[in-house]
């Protein structure tokens, strides 16, 4: 399992991090908005936590954005600020859970795991964005009803787009996730594939489904 931290008191998310990697966990911890937002834009996360008052800004607003861009990593807020309306605002702005300062370490790690099996017993098998649709079970893609033949490498791309929709996926991390230590950097197969998945789901200029980020890599939109 893999679980950001944001939490500006170092001492504090230190004291979370080392709890999480004594039960096998990968935590990385970030103490700014900014961070937060470069860790979560760059790679994808099982589960947040998410502190309220940081150095830049406001743990709100960035679960605001997160949810916007469409990020559905659970995330819940571990705060000094448990006024029942701050606890309904996190709510509403879409936390799965709210823990407030001081906490027990312990019902910390019993709420991300209760968080973690909530998500795994009603993870998605349908992966549906702008008119395409992907059924994992089924291994099945369609676009506006249509049913769209793709090969397994092409089903895989498709996959990681739409489980990252709105991230900016870099050319390594394509390259990793879905040739592992097969891809020569070299090359410019992922460039080829994304031609290909573009053409195959119809993608027009108007409706271009996955943007080409010069120099970077690709976004599904
Ligand atoms: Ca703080």
């Not at 080392?18 to 979560?40: I, K």
């Not at 998410?50 to 150095?55: E, I, Q, R, T």
């Not at 395409?132 to 793709?150: F, N, Q």
Request: proline share 2%; with cysteine.
């Amino acid at each position: 399992m893999k679980v950001l931290i944001v939490e500006d008191e170092r001492k504090v998310g230190q004291f979370i991090e080392q709890a999480l990697a004594e039960q096998s966990h990968t935590a990385r911890l970030v103490g700014t908005c900014e961070a937060a937002r470069e860790a979560l834009a760059e790679s994808s996360y099982d589960a947040v936590i998410l502190d309220l008052g940081l150095p830049d800004g406001d743990g709100f607003d960035l679960l605001r954005e997160w949810r916007a861009a469409g990020f559905n990593e659970p995330v819940i807020i571990l705060s000094a600020r448990d006024a029942v309306s701050d606890r309904i605002r996190g709510l509403n702005l879409g936390a799965d859970d709210f823990l407030s300062k001081p906490f027990s370490l312990e019902e910390l790690l019993a709420r991300v795991r209760a968080l973690l099996r909530r998500q795994g017993g009603a993870k998605a098998t349908v992966l549906e964005h702008g008119g395409v649709r992907l059924d994992l079970l089924a291994r099945s893609v369609a676009v506006d009803g249509r049913p769209v033949e793709l090969t397994s490498r092409e089903f895989a791309l498709l996959e990681l787009f739409l489980q990252n929709r709105g991230r900016v996926l870099t050319r390594t991390l394509i390259a990793e996730r879905i040739w592992e230590a097969h891809y020569d950097m070299e090359t410019n197969l992922i460039d080829v594939y994304v031609r290909r998945l573009r053409q195959k789901l119809g993608a027009t200029d108007d409706k271009p489904l996955i943007r080409t980020v010069r120099g970077t890599g690709y976004q599904f939109t």
